[in-house]
């Protein structure tokens, strides 16, 4: 899919919350080894939401971020979607809460906004849709956000790695961005690998269903497709970014297309955050953009469970290097860092129910 | 729970105020208050106009709450906290991110957007502005 | 002129078998009786929370109601905390202003139908704006504590001074028959008490209390008891105590004690009635009135001045701290303890020789402040 009229990247911002907990805390609190499960995960510890945080929260910290390297004003933005699995609301649009708080479209809100399922590639999705109305010229300035506050029953192996996080992005003309994205193409099948049925609160998954037929083929058909496209190779790309559910699948299926370690390491953030679902793919790009420099080639491959991938074919611009500096960066948010126990972990993921609980999530 | 308290209404008109920190200026003397009022505090003039007021502050006095008023039982102990914006407006407002033992009075903090009332699980989540120490 | 002709009041405490029909009544019905009246021109009723807590307005009605008073005119007046001194502040007028001959004013509050804290803070939290300050989670006790910070930095004054007032408070109510607290409360306690809103301690506090008080005003002096109101003043101050310029002053009081004043230039009172929520209001209060200097009070409460038997005593009964916080009916209480102080019925708790008062009812954080000044006839 390449769109009419060239479009890019005009600004992009990530928020993680400050909390995380460590895998062995994880594993203590079940009474397990983490030795043992440490070498197949791959994330030594998650960031963890705090009592008041969500997905609206960090979708809001992540947007105020990429409308600063923007330089962009907020009235501007014509459409606002927010990828997620977790939304605040079953049913009440993220988005409608994020025009507001940021807003969007100016005081008349003349603005589109929408959420996004689609498991973890929700984010990369509505990205897709706004490169789409600014490619044809519906809009000028499109935002898209991927953002989750993410579940992962207790005791669960998803305990060790579903995050909090997400990153923002400001899609626009090519002559306002800072790294151009030149093609987006996706790959959609029915796998059911992982979901969650309405009204449950974790997800449900199929373990080792959810690598080969699932993660990898999918990731792979996109990333090779999309190279064909374009007639690249490996070889064309500085960095590669992959959906990162733990730290291990994104270096595997780099490998198996024939990206070194070092194109995938800057963009390789969960072994450090966890998996932020639909912000996952999306924060790893991020960390690439800032440090990125003119003329370099990214590539990203989204994953969503159910399944399908969304990838991108992105080069970066002149001016990055002045707007890399204009709000705090990816790993600014890695390193501002605190550690949680399991049970105010609990509590912050409000595992634990209070009598009377009328604040309750 | 009493009525007043799961208003939906009560919550949505003050929005300008709790996302975006919108409150008022005299354009007469100059001072500004959150929300924005009619009748200038100071000065007596009806002459005020809405603003945007800035988004960083200090801490003037602080306060931590360890008997919670119901619906906020959940997130105690938590600061409520006098802030003095920079351009020297002053408002009451929760802090968020910090230990009730890292707060002092003169710390730097910025505004946020989190949950600050929730209605149950079936009710409204109210988002409003807090207040966390600086990153930088 | 207008004179306290009669009083009554119930034990302040909990009163889980009785409503606020009950308690109103019964010292409703002891006023008249101490008055030895029949009846009155008009019912004025004191309350703060009703509303909230016991589900109940109109409550005028309701108090004339259960008085077997149907057919009088009746009002609620509320000002939160300030609600007694002001219903008697608006029974007064009526008389000064000749709509009444003889006004009935009743003060009663149930707080412990919420037996929950976390829903009488709620409750409280009504006194403060419920937009700007209840919504991020401010609660009354800690906008005390906003004040207390605010002290304690500008005089250099550390925690445990604070003790002053509840010791002395806790001491004065131990002979007070219908107080509360009636224990003696060790400065070691006191440290030793929950934080509630940091700095301010459980012990720092007045306890939340049922109670009822009545007292039946009179354009002509009473029977066999008479107390004169020579001076009334209220003035108000901003709901929100983040627009305050100085949180270590209470304006509002000093403008009602003026305003009270100026009908008496020469009153001096033989002892005090301050609405002492926390210690530290307490603190800021006794610096309005002119007890003690700025930054002060703990050493005018740990003097012999302010005790019973000193030259200014303050709330020779116990105070919110230990008599208890009926909170609308507190102003009341405050009335019908002068009129047994200056008519020399306070056995236990007597000021000895008193013959005059200044009473303090205030509400919020000095939000809304009445002062009375009443004299023995």
Not at chain 1, 291 to 300: F, H, N, S
Not at chain 3, 154 to 166: M, N, Q
Request: net charge negative.
């Amino acid at each position: 899919m390449r769109a009419d009229r060239k479009v890019g990247i005009v600004g992009w911002g990530v928020y993680v919350p400050k909390w995380r907990i460590k895998s062995e805390e994880l594993a203590r609190g079940w009474g397990r080894d983490w030795n043992r499960y440490a070498a197949g995960i791959m994330v030594e510890e998650k960031s963890v939401p705090g009592i008041d945080e969500d997905t609206f929260t960090i979708a809001y910290e992540a947007s105020v971020n990429a409308l600063k390297r923007a330089r962009l004003d907020a009235s501007l933005l014509r459409a606002v979607y927010v990828g997620t699995e977790s939304k605040p609301y079953a049913v009440k649009t993220t988005a409608t809460m994020l025009i507001d708080a940021l807003g969007a479209g100016g005081n008349g809100r003349l603005t589109t906004g929408a959420d996004y399922e689609f498991a973890c590639k929700a984010g990369t999705e509505a990205m897709q849709s706004v490169i789409g109305l600014v490619g044809s010229g519906m809009i000028e300035y499109g935002l898209a956000v991927g953002a989750d506050t993410a579940q992962g029953a207790p005791g669960d192996a998803l305990e060790y790695t579903a995050a909090a996080g997400g990153a923002a992005y400001i899609i626009g003309p090519a002559e306002r961005s800072v790294a151009i994205i030149e093609a987006s193409l996706s790959h959609v099948t029915d796998t059911p690998d992982f979901w969650r049925r309405q009204h449950e609160r974790y997800p449900a998954h199929t373990r080792a269903f959810t690598g080969e037929p699932a993660y990898f083929k999918h990731i792979v058909t996109a990333a090779r497709e999309l190279m064909s496209l374009m007639g690249t190779g490996p070889e064309d790309y500085d960095y590669a970014v992959f959906h990162q559910p733990n730290g291990k699948y994104p270096l595997r299926v780099g490998t198996r297309l024939g990206f070194t370690p070092d194109k995938l390491k800057p963009g390789l953030i969960t072994p450090y955050i966890g998996n932020t679902y639909s912000g996952s793919a999306l924060v790893g790009l991020a960390a690439v953009l800032d440090q990125a420099k003119p003329g370099q080639r990214i590539l990203v491959v989204s994953f969503g469970s159910g399944a399908g991938s969304d990838a991108f074919h992105i080069e970066v611009g002149d001016g990055i290097e002045e707007v890399q500096g204009l709000a705090p960066k990816t790993l600014d948010y890695v390193s501002r860092k605190e550690y949680v126990d399991y049970t105010t972990y609990a509590r912050y993921r409000r595992m634990i129910r209070m009598l009377h609980d009328f604040s309750a999530y | 729970m009493w009525a007043y308290w799961q208003s939906v209404p009560a919550h949505w008109r003050e929005l300008p105020a709790r996302y975006r920190l919108e409150g008022g200026k005299c354009r007469d003397c100059g001072h500004t208050t959150l929300p924005d009022e009619m009748v200038c505090p100071v000065c007596g003039s009806k002459n005020i106009e809405r603003i945007n007021l800035p988004r960083r502050g200090k801490v003037v006095n602080y306060s931590v709450i360890w008997n919670a008023p119901r619906g906020y039982e959940y997130y105690t102990p938590y600061v409520v906290a006098l802030i003095e914006l920079e351009d020297g407006t002053r408002i009451f407002s929760q802090l968020t991110d910090v230990h009730p033992d890292e707060v002092r009075e003169g710390m730097e903090v910025e505004m946020v957007l989190r949950k600050t009332r929730v209605s149950g699980e079936s009710g409204l989540i109210a988002y409003s502005y807090k207040f966390r120490p600086v990153m930088d | 002129m207008v004179y306290i002709v009669g009083a009554g009041l119930t034990k302040v405490g909990n009163h889980w078998n009785r409503s606020l029909r009950h308690l109103a009544a019964e010292a409703a019905l002891s006023a008249m009786e101490d008055a030895s009246v029949e009846e009155v021109d008009y019912v004025v009723v004191a309350n703060a929370l009703s509303g909230v807590i016991n589900g109940q307005e109109n409550l005028a009605s309701y108090v004339t109601t259960h008085l077997g008073m149907t057919g009088t005119p009746a009002v609620k007046v509320e000002a939160a905390g300030a609600s007694g001194g002001a219903a008697l502040l608006m029974a007064r007028s009526l008389i000064s202003g000749r709509m009444a001959d003889r006004v009935m004013v009743v003060g009663v509050e149930k707080m412990t139908d919420y037996t929950a804290l976390e829903d009488s803070t709620a409750a409280l939290s009504t006194f403060i704006d419920s937009e700007y300050e209840a919504f991020p989670g401010g609660t009354l006790d800690s906008i005390h504590a906003l004040m207390m910070r605010a002290y304690m930095r500008k005089y250099d004054v550390p925690r445990e001074e604070f003790s002053h007032l509840p010791v002395l408070m806790h001491e004065n109510a131990s002979t007070t028959p219908h107080a509360q607290l009636r224990f003696k409360l060790k400065p070691k306690s006191y440290e030793a008490s929950p934080v509630i809103a940091e700095p301010i301690k459980m012990l720092d506090l007045a306890p939340l209390s049922d109670g009822a008080a009545a007292v039946v005003l009179s354009r002509e002096a009473g029977r066999e008891f008479s107390v004169e109101i020579v001076g009334s003043g209220q003035a108000t101050d901003t709901i929100s105590a983040y627009r305050r310029e100085d949180l270590t002053q209470l304006p509002s009081v000093r403008a009602a004690f003026k305003r009270a004043l100026s009908e008496s230039p020469d009153f001096k009172p033989d002892f005090y009635a301050i609405h002492d929520y926390s210690s530290v209001m307490g603190y800021v209060e006794a610096e309005e009135l002119g007890l003690a200097g700025r930054g002060e009070a703990a050493q005018f409460f740990s003097s012999e001045e302010a005790r019973r038997n000193g030259s200014s005593p303050v709330n020779p009964e116990g105070g919110l701290k230990a008599r208890g916080n009926p909170i609308g009916a507190t102003g009341v209480y405050q009335a019908a303890e002068a009129f047994l102080q200056l008519t020399g019925r306070a056995e236990g708790w007597q000021v000895p020789g008193a013959r005059s008062a200044l009473l303090l009812s205030v509400g919020g954080l000095g939000a809304n402040s009445v002062v009375h000044l009443v004299r023995g006839v």
